[in-house]
């Protein structure tokens, strides 16, 4: 017990609904997976909703996401340096859902009808009609509890669409600002 006398910690549901009252931006965050083996078939893209996204540093310009511990996304951010964002927007609802789904073993088909392009400093997918674009250099990898802040260093920023507002997650739910 604290002087208080409140009880030391909190437990996962008390601490879900609190987070749950801050509204945060929603990203896809993007990686190519090489091949395993040069000789074998091409690698895959790989994608992950995330609303733990913040900007770090300006000088130099650094952003932030929290990945869950060994998710697909840890583990190759592990091993791969290169990744992206697309910060999302209020009519891509559809894509943060799908990229959002746990356990499954491969993303080729999630992408499949999404309008994507390469970036060109990392190679990760950017998905079209974001409303801004980040391919960044992983820093630094900081273990937290049950998830890995990855700080990553930005190599180039767009904003390709100005049209819309952003995706927002707030109680659970994908929202946009009215």
């Known amino acids: 017990m604290t002087a208080y006398g409140h009880p030391v910690g909190v437990s996962n549901d008390e601490f879900r609904a609190a987070m749950s009252r801050l509204a945060a931006g929603v ?8 091949p395993l083996d040069a000789e074998g078939p091409g690698g ?11 900007s770090v540093s300006l000088d130099p310009p650094l952003v932030l996401v929290s990945l869950r511990e060994g998710s697909r996304m840890d583990d190759l951010l592990d091993e791969q340096p290169l990744w992206a964002v697309s ?23 999630l992408f499949e009808d999404l309008p ?3 970036g ?3 190679g990760s997918l950017l998905v079209g009609g974001a409303l801004a674009t980040l391919e960044c ?16 260093r930005v190599l180039t920023a767009g904003v390709p669409s100005a049209d819309g507002g952003p995706l927002t997650y707030f109680k659970g739910r994908y929202r946009q600002l009215d």
């Open 116 to 118: 994507c392009t390469r």
């Open 27 to 34: 990203v896809l965050v993007t990686a190519y997976e090489p």
């Open 44 to 54: 895959e893209d790989v994608g992950m909703t995330a609303t733990a996204f913040m």
């Open 87 to 109: 910060v999302l927007s209020e009519s891509q609802r559809h894509i943060a859902g799908r990229f959002a789904m746990k356990g499954r073993i491969s993303d080729r088909l």
């Open 120 to 122: 060109e400093a990392t």
């Open 137 to 152: 250099r992983t820093e630094q990898r900081v273990r937290a509890g049950d998830h890995t802040l990855v700080i990553g």
